[in-house]
């Protein structure tokens, strides 16, 4: 096979920004074919092979990228089948710039290759040709629970099920799917893929339970005694929203991202004749710099807003969010207020968001965290006028699992204890993994726990037969 020394990665089609920005459709389009067999040509098949050291469930990246430039599409999805339960998910959201593709060679002297959009595009070409269903394996008789049906329970479950277990995942909301169907907007994570990787674990044998509030409707306790389970994972995120603490942080018009967007993904809140609409007004700031502030303000820009501003108490090379979705939020005219601070939220005569006051600041010695500490710079302070604040902080776990659960221990910031990277719990039987337990963070790192805690879990249930 020859090699594509091109320095560059292939550009990924996409929208144009002017159109994109007035529609939820996905923005990038896709590879061709022809597009997905060059750029698996620039991989150069390194035999201590970086990338998978970079992979969270350890894909065997070359393989399933040398599939590929030899056209065998299919095969290149079973490669990637073999380690991921979500292979068309983590082609789209997944950071591969500080992971896989941050450890490949082609990136010294150059751009990486795309792994991300290979990844993509072979999870895309089974998802339109296959037609063969995947194999049941055989039942072991053991029972798991899982709770929460985002990506690291659903990993968990792909891979107990996998290896024979009876899983059943139970799951708060109407939907399955968690954080990739209420938190990432369609023009970024299309929702009927996201139900199509679910389809596909369901038919390895996986079941479902929606509208299953754990330590509501049923308690751990409960899984255990009378329903048999001998195991239970906790996936269930991270889904408690953050604030600031300032004045007017209650009027009508301040929104929670994590509302905000589940409002407009899980609700379709941008629909004509939506039951839950949202009203953005001409004038949006969203307090926040990761990939969920730039979620809500395109997200706002396409609900119609004329403005829309991003406000981060640090500078541009600061903000957490992923490279690529600073540049499309840029692009698509989303107006960044970095080095700015909001310190009280102002209402108009009926209660609603009139305007927010903010400072500017400057950046000092760098804090615990290693990032620079923000600094109030006097005499600094000015009015944004805007309609809607969107809060953008981050979130922790929901207290009702571990307020529930005899045994079960949380730090200070109410994030489950576990012991090492298996996910084991300080209850036996019970692990643990995601964002209940890191607090918010990337979709790949969770299923890395989930899939961690199915081996550990698998061996804990084998110990005890």
């Not at 923005?27 to 991989?43: D, F, I, Q």
């Not at 991003?310 to 979705?325: C, D, H, N, Q």
């Not at 571990?402 to 996910?423: N, S, Y």
Request: net charge neutral; aromatic share 6%.
């Amino acid at each position: 096979m020859a090699f594509n020394m091109d320095p560059k990665k292939c550009p990924m089609p996409s929208q144009a920004p002017n159109v994109r920005n007035k529609n939820f459709e996905e923005v990038t389009l896709g590879y061709t074919p022809e597009m997905a067999v060059n750029e698996a040509k620039r991989c150069l098949g390194c035999k201590n092979r970086p990338c998978v050291e970079g992979c969270p469930v350890s894909i065997h990246i070359p393989d399933f990228i040398a599939k590929i430039a030899a056209e065998d599409f299919e095969g290149a999805y079973q490669v990637l089948a073999e380690s991921s339960s979500l292979p068309a998910v983590c082609g789209r959201v997944c950071p591969q710039e500080s992971q896989c593709e941050g450890k490949c060679t082609r990136g010294i002297k150059g751009e990486a290759v795309g792994i991300g959009r290979l990844e993509r595009f072979a999870a895309d070409w089974h998802r339109a040709h296959a037609v063969q269903k995947p194999n049941v394996p055989a039942s072991n008789g053991h029972k798991v629970a899982v709770i929460g049906a985002g990506p690291s329970g659903l990993t968990a479950a792909g891979d107990l099920a996998k290896l024979g277990y009876q899983v059943t995942v139970y799951e708060a909301l109407h939907v399955a799917g968690g954080v990739l169907m209420y938190g990432i907007p369609e023009f970024r994570l299309p929702k009927a893929i996201v139900q199509n990787e679910i389809e596909g674990l369901k038919a390895l044998g996986v079941n479902i339970a929606c509208n299953m509030v754990i330590g509501k409707v049923l308690t751990v306790d409960e899984l255990f005694d009378e329903y048999g389970y001998e195991a239970v994972y906790i996936g269930s995120g991270a889904g408690l929203p953050r604030f600031m603490g300032i004045p007017g942080e209650s009027l009508k018009g301040v929104y929670s991202a994590n509302e905000f967007l589940t409002r407009s993904n899980l609700m379709k809140a941008y629909r004509p004749g939506s039951k839950t609409p949202i009203t953005v007004g001409k004038n949006v700031a969203v307090v926040g710099g990761g990939n969920v502030a730039m979620d809500a303000a395109r997200s706002a820009k396409r609900l119609g807003a004329e403005n829309v501003y991003i406000v981060y108490r640090r500078g541009m090379a600061e903000l957490p969010a992923r490279k690529e979705e600073v540049e499309h939020a840029e692009e698509e005219g989303i107006v960044f207020k970095t080095l700015c601070n909001p310190t009280k939220i102002e209402p108009d005569e009926n209660g609603c968001v009139k305007s927010m006051d903010c400072v500017e600041m400057t950046l000092g010695e760098p804090d615990a965290s290693g990032r620079r500490r923000p600094i109030v710079k006097e005499g600094s302070d000015f009015t944004l006028d805007v309609e809607t604040v969107i809060m953008s902080l981050g979130t922790s776990p929901n207290p009702l699992l571990r307020t529930t659960t005899p045994g079960l221990d949380a730090d200070r910031h109410g994030c489950l204890v576990t012991d090492g990277e298996d996910g084991k719990t300080t209850r036996e039987g019970v692990y643990a993994g995601g964002d209940a337990v890191t607090g918010a963070a990337t979709v790949i790192k969770a299923m890395g726990a989930g899939k961690a805690a199915a081996k550990a879990i698998d061996e804990f249930i084998r110990s005890k037969t």
